[in-house]
């Protein structure tokens, strides 16, 4: 494991803030999309664009790059600020966000933007679909990585079982999933919707190695995924525990804030505690 | 072309020739995959199976699951099938298909057995009559429908070099083998099987077969049919059926499928915009279908010569009111 300096980690805190507020101000411009799970996947994100992945933005389908598969398609915001931020396409692009003639639909459409590998929006197929990109390296004998970003809502989702079934079957050690475990889904807390606790142990006992970690942690962050990496014999999945609408004091924890947009002057007070952290 | 059919025809399995297509195609590109769904003896995909363990991923009874490795694979570069009964492949799937195949042009074959009534004993639940309209409507699918054993084979190899996603819909029971492999086929064209100027009867899959009967009973009765094969429902060669309405009149079309939202409608709407002339729909009508013996189903639903011949006759008659040239 290569040690991660203070400064790299300061580094990736502050583009995550900095993607928190390419976020709120696309969603703002258009008074639609889903902020509140956008910025709970958003650390996660950062370490992986910033960090993890080899990708190239010069040249999008490398076919050794590794895979990012975004499978909770409404957080497609802070994937298009992070690929924006990474220079698959101009940052000014943010702004047409879900407008129409745009590259940066509602839900993530696949060969339309550069950098997005899948399409996505209805939810808990991501993981079935990186389960065939994980076997495809596999077969080809590549070094490639596929990472999947999954929502907790998703796991209502039946086939997202059948893809951890089949992720087991085939051993797939190339694999990593991340849940976003931020607790609450469109309609509410997800204990309450549908119940997942003991999350891990379900994943366990699916044949999963599970890692708990805190979502927004940096540093554990990257830790927790080198530490998957070195897992062999079984694909990973990382349960992050986060916030919905983190980063931002009154949106967090906030059902409301999965779909709905900020106002005006919401924008404006979640925009400075934002810029405050700002070093 | 014939002007006579040559009955008795053989009566094969398209499964037997999907399954040796999948291994020639596999001997000669590494990059082929197949993944099945617990039906991998049934469909024969466990014959590529066998020959290339590696490169079948049988993944139980996932069907989105089977569905969404697939695109997955296909993304990454291989060329990827997918292979089940229909029933579990298309129509338990829809929204998988439609998200990961049609919407990202992901070059996933899905080729699905056991479609139609003549699945046969194991019922409506098994039946599926609705494939070819679930994935007629979805933009970028491709459409295929084989008329047998050889042209299924033919199907295989054009949608294994086809760039976009591909649905080939076959069947269970074994029917008559009225192409060769040595006839033509590329994916695109509507293919004459047989030469006529009163009416033209167009059909795919096993009532390609029932059509060349029907041709032969109208020949009797001094009748002259012309029989179109379909394979490619989608994208139509609306020239070919352009073609048959202006020189014949009238048009029947004929298909183990329901009459909701298959071949038929396709082929009026094109009749429709550009040539409206009479045309009469053969097909199973708004209805499940029931246990039964292959043979015995199709005919008590309607997919039988005599079907044909009636809807000749009527087509006929109207063609008395058409709308002119």
């Known amino acids: 494991m290569v040690e991660v300096s203070d400064a790299k980690i300061r580094q990736l805190e502050e583009k995550a803030r900095l993607l928190r507020r390419h976020i709120l101000k696309m969603t703002h411009q258009v008074q639609s ?8 996947a958003c650390d996660i994100v ?14 999008p389908m490398w076919p050794d790059r590794d895979r990012f598969v975004i499978s909770k398609g409404h957080a497609c915001p802070v994937l298009y600020a992070a690929l924006a931020e990474r220079g698959f396409f101009p940052v000014s692009e943010l702004m047409t966000f879900r407008r129409i003639n745009s590259r940066l639909q509602g839900h993530p459409e696949y060969g339309t933007t550069p950098g997005v590998e899948n399409a996505a929006g209805a939810e808990g197929q991501g993981l079935s679909f990186s389960v065939g990109l994980g076997l ?12 999947c970003l999954l929502g907790d809502g998703e796991q209502d989702v039946g086939q997202t079982w059948e893809a951890a079934l089949a992720g087991a079957k085939y051993h797939l050690d190339n694999l990593t999933a991340i849940i976003d475990r931020n607790g609450i889904q469109q309609e509410g807390r997800t204990e ?22 805190n979502g927004h942690d940096m540093r554990q962050i990257i830790e927790e995924i080198d530490e998957a990496h070195a897992h062999k014999g079984q694909p990973s999945v990382i349960i992050a525990k986060t916030t919905k609408g983190k980063g931002v004091s009154f949106m967090e924890n906030v059902v409301r804030y ?13 925009l400075a505690e934002l810029d405050e952290e700002v070093p | 072309m014939t002007t006579k059919s040559a009955i ?39 014959e590529f199976g066998k020959k290339f363990p590696d490169r079948l991923f049988n993944v139980g009874i996932s069907e989105q699951n089977m569905v969404s490795i697939a695109a997955g694979l296909a993304a990454a570069g291989k060329i990827a099938f997918a292979s089940t009964y229909a029933v579990f492949g298309i129509a338990h799937t829809y929204n998988v298909i439609r998200q990961n195949i049609a919407y990202t042009k992901l070059p996933v074959k899905l080729f699905c057995s056991h479609t139609g009534i003549s699945v046969g004993p194991d019922g409506a639940t098994h039946q599926l009559n609705e494939d070819i309209g679930l994935m007629r409507g979805l933009p970028n699918m491709t459409v295929l429908v084989p008329a047998d054993g050889p042209q299924t084979a033919k199907c295989v190899h054009a949608a294994a070099a086809w760039k976009g996603p591909v649905y080939c819909r076959f069947s269970r029971a074994n029917f008559p083998t009225v192409t060769s492999l040595e006839d033509p086929f590329t994916i695109g064209p509507t293919y004459a099987m047989r030469d006529g100027s009163d009416v033209t009867l167009a059909a795919c899959g096993v009532m390609v077969s029932r059509c060349l009967q029907a041709a032969d009973e109208l020949d009797g009765m001094g009748v002259s049919a012309r029989v179109l094969n379909v394979p490619t429902v989608k994208p139509m060669d609306t020239a070919m059926i352009l073609k048959a309405a202006r020189e014949t009149g009238a048009l029947v079309t004929a298909e183990e499928h329901t009459v909701v939202h298959g071949l038929g409608s396709a082929i009026a709407a094109a009749i429709t915009k550009d040539y409206p002339v009479p045309v009469e729909i053969v097909g199973i009508e708004d209805v499940f279908g029931e246990s039964g ?33």
């Not at chain 1, 999309?33 to 709970?40: A, E, L, Q």
């Not at chain 2, 040796?20 to 001997?27: H, N, P, Q, T, V």
């Not at chain 2, 082929?32 to 003896?41: H, I, Q, S």
């Not at chain 2, 044909?308 to 709308?323: F, H, L, N, P, Q």
């Open chain 1, 136 to 147: 495809a390296a596999r077969l080809d004998r590549k070094a490639w990585r596929v990472y």
């Open chain 1, 258 to 270: 999965h779909g709905a947009a900020t106002s005006d002057e919401e924008l404006q007070r979640a």
């Open chain 1, 46 to 59: 950062t370490a992986l664009y910033f960090h993890v992945l080899r990708v190239d933005p010069e040249n």
């Open chain 1, 33 to 40: 999309g889903h902020p509140g799970g956008s910025m709970s």
């Open chain 1, 192 to 213: 309450e919707i549908m119940p997942l606790e003991p999350l891990a142990d379900k994943w366990r006992a699916f044949g999963w190695n599970v890692l708990t970690i």
């Open chain 2, 293 to 325: 013996e292959a043979f015995e189903l199709m005919d008590k639903y309607g997919l039988t010569a005599a079907n044909v011949v009636e809807a000749a006759r009527r087509a006929m008659k109207r063609r008395g009111r058409k709308v002119g040239h």
């Open chain 2, 8 to 46: 008795p025809w053989k009566m094969e399995s398209q499964r037997s020739y999907f399954a040796k297509a999948l291994i020639e195609l596999g001997e000669r590109d590494a990059d082929v995959v197949v993944v099945g769904g617990d039906t991998t003896e049934s469909v024969k995909t466990l």
